[in-house]
């Protein structure tokens, strides 16, 4: 079984950053396929970022295009986010999810989870 544990939530002003870290252990973190998820308040759960096992491919959603950045350090067998010029939309409690083989923006097709960071933009 394939553990995460996520870090690095908080309180941030509109425009700032904040790096989110997902430490994983139990698995072949070299073969899984990593993803960042989050969940708005009241809204269901989005697709916000992912890398591939080697780190050469990411994907992200349009709202995280040009200012967030996903990577990874297989020898430390974590992962990160890279959020910056944060607004209002971006709160949520952001969660890290693997899973081997293919890269899929689906959440139900991930059966590895972190129990989930907080992150609040205040304007």
């Known amino acids: 079984q394939v553990q995460l544990v996520e870090s690095g939530g908080g309180l941030v002003q509109a425009g700032g950053s904040l790096r989110l870290s997902c430490a994983a252990s139990g698995g072949t973190f070299s073969r899984l396929v990593m993803t960042w998820f989050r969940q708005p308040p009241g809204k269901e759960r989005e697709f916000v970022a992912a890398?591939?096992?080697?780190?050469?491919?990411?994907v992200y959603s349009e709202s995280a295009k040009g200012r967030f950045v996903i990577s990874r350090d297989n020898a430390e067998d974590t992962m990160y986010l890279q959020m910056n010029s944060l607004n209002r939309e971006d709160t949520a409690v952001y969660y890290c999810?693997?899973?081997?083989?293919?890269?899929?923006?689906?959440?139900?097709?991930?059966?590895?989870w972190g129990q989930g960071t907080q992150v609040t933009v205040s304007s």
């Open positions: 999810a693997a899973r081997y083989f293919d890269l899929v923006r689906d959440a139900g097709e991930y059966e590895f």
């Open positions: 890398v591939s096992w080697g780190g050469g491919r990411t």
